[in-house]
């Protein structure tokens, strides 16, 4: 389906632009911030409404799209799994756009109201972007494998941000973090890829059945004046 296939390659699209968005939120960043000890939200606070709070609303677009696309490529088949796995990209989507639009507060200084609904909109997203993943394994032939990994590796870094932020004293907390975003964008990107393969598989098939190969008729052997007929025996 075009649809599907013009879908996946917004995503993409979108994905790669918040890459490069976040990129140069880093490199723009103060040199005092610190992308080992200091989470992404750290660096969006001390540049209000710049590139990092760009890029998490385009990668919140980027959800969005893949949304209608996944119903189309689903069809009847699982509808109870794509629901809820639409449903919790949707959270996904959700909690970034809350996240960008709330802020947290500045490094150092004790958390306040908003500090505290932006930590908790991007643990939800966090958590439900996997178990996205993990709901459309199976229904997505040939992605289920990066799926699944990405969903593990997403929770289980998940767990290890949590035990940074409470017992253990945030340590490392800004590189586990950005390796959690690494692997759930790595998440959503197979998504985006697997809706534009399944889109390009569709469209050849639809063409097929527009236009079917005709096959040319075979030509009569034509019959040698020089050879022998034989006529049945009269009388037989």
Do not use: C, K
């Not at 917004?10 to 968005?21: P, S």
């Not at 005092?32 to 677009?61: K, N, Q, Y």
């Not at 534009?196 to 098939?205: E, L, N, S, W, Y």
């Not at 236009?211 to 052997?221: F, L």
């Amino acid at each position: 389906m075009r649809g599907t296939r013009s879908a996946g390659l917004l995503a993409l699209g979108g994905i790669a632009l918040a890459a490069v968005l976040a990129v140069i939120g880093h490199l723009e960043a103060n040199d005092d911030l610190s992308p080992w000890s200091l989470t992404v939200s750290d660096f969006a606070v001390s540049d209000r409404g710049g590139v990092i709070d760009a890029a998490m609303v385009v990668l919140a677009v980027a959800t969005a799209a893949l949304l209608p696309a996944l119903h189309r490529a689903y069809g009847s088949a699982s509808a109870a799994r794509r629901r809820w796995a639409q449903s919790l990209l949707a959270v996904w989507g959700g909690g970034l756009l809350l996240a960008a639009v709330v802020p947290t507060n500045e490094p150092g200084l004790p958390m306040d109201t908003a500090a505290y609904v932006h930590r908790y909109a991007s643990v939800v997203a966090f958590l439900a972007l996997p178990a996205a993943g993990w709901l459309l394994a199976g229904p997505l032939p040939g992605a289920g494998r990066w799926l699944r990994g990405f969903a593990l590796a997403s929770l289980a870094l998940a767990g290890a941000m949590v035990w940074s932020a409470y017992p253990g004293g945030r340590v490392l907390i800004g590189l586990v973090e950005r390796l959690l975003i690494l692997t759930e964008v790595g998440l959503l990107a197979t998504v985006a890829l697997w809706l534009v393969a399944a889109g390009q598989r569709r469209g050849f098939v639809a063409a097929g059945r527009r236009h079917p190969a005709r096959t040319s008729p075979v030509p009569p052997r034509p019959v040698r004046r020089d050879s022998p007929v034989v006529t049945p025996a009269r009388g037989a």
